[in-house]
């Protein structure tokens, strides 16, 4: 019952949180300093890990094509494919949602329990639009640029790292890539970052905007709102392959 009960507030919070805003202004500068923290903010990581990602795949791939029958444009394939359909999509988002869900879910938890959420309901403006509505249409159009931009790094990264060490020539990456390439993973890949930006910026959002209690509680919504939110990805990851491919 408790599982309904939370699913039902949730179901609730994303109801109210669609409404007309009291002030587009005000509205507006909240929405792109949202972007600014879930975008800029996040990039850093999301550089390492990709380049990391991307070399790694290509040594654990040349690793294990040790027939002369392959030819080496295929290591240049699996990397390609790998980083688009999994690796940017999932990995990333996993980590974003360490990242990112875990501070949406402090700042909502910290201003319930300083009140601030009440004295901003007082003042009649609509806390459920005004705080969770920007973090959720900022991750919408953030996330997914910053999983393209692993896409393409990955695969930088996984290039520069097969010609530095040897494995596989910068010209024959290059023709691997261009092989049997389908833009359809491009749109699987799309529709898995916005998936994934909405549980990444809505479930951490739940958990902080109702939670109760004092410093400890943060804590534990905030790592609550994390592993709820890698669980749900991991979900939505295998249902999204199961009907789109």
């Not at 990333?92 to 009140?115: C, D, F, Q, Y």
Request: contains cysteine; glycine residues 8%; aromatic residues 10%.
């Amino acid at each position: 019952m408790k599982f309904f009960t939370k699913f039902g507030e949730y179901l609730l919070l994303m109801k109210r949180m669609f409404s007309r805003p009291e002030n587009t202004k005000m509205y507006w500068k909240e929405f792109m300093h949202q972007c600014v923290e879930i975008g800029i903010g996040s990039l850093p990581i999301v550089v390492i890990i990709s380049l990391f990602l991307g070399g790694v795949t290509t040594v654990q791939t040349a690793y294990q094509l040790v027939s002369p029958l392959v030819p080496q444009s295929t290591i240049a394939q699996i990397v390609r494919d790998s980083m688009i359909l999994e690796l940017s999509p999932t990995v990333v988002s996993i980590v974003l949602a360490g990242v990112i869900g875990s501070k949406i879910a402090s700042e909502l938890g910290n201003m319930r329990i300083s009140e601030q959420i009440d004295a901003l309901e007082i003042m009649g403006i609509n806390t459920k639009a005004y705080l969770v509505l920007p973090k959720v249409i900022g991750a919408l159009i953030m996330v997914p640029g910053l999983i393209c931009i692993s896409a393409v790094l990955g695969i930088w990264g996984g290039r520069t790292a097969g010609s530095m060490s040897g494995i596989i020539g910068a010209d024959i990456f290059d023709i691997g890539l261009r092989e049997n390439f389908k833009a359809y993973n491009v749109f699987f890949a799309l529709s898995k970052a916005f998936t994934f930006a909405f549980i990444i910026s809505s479930v951490p959002a739940y958990y902080g905007y109702y939670v109760t209690g004092g410093a400890l509680e943060i804590g534990r919504s905030s790592t609550t709102s994390v592993v709820v939110s890698c669980i749900l990805i991991l979900i939505a990851d295998f249902a999204l392959a199961s009907l789109l491919l």
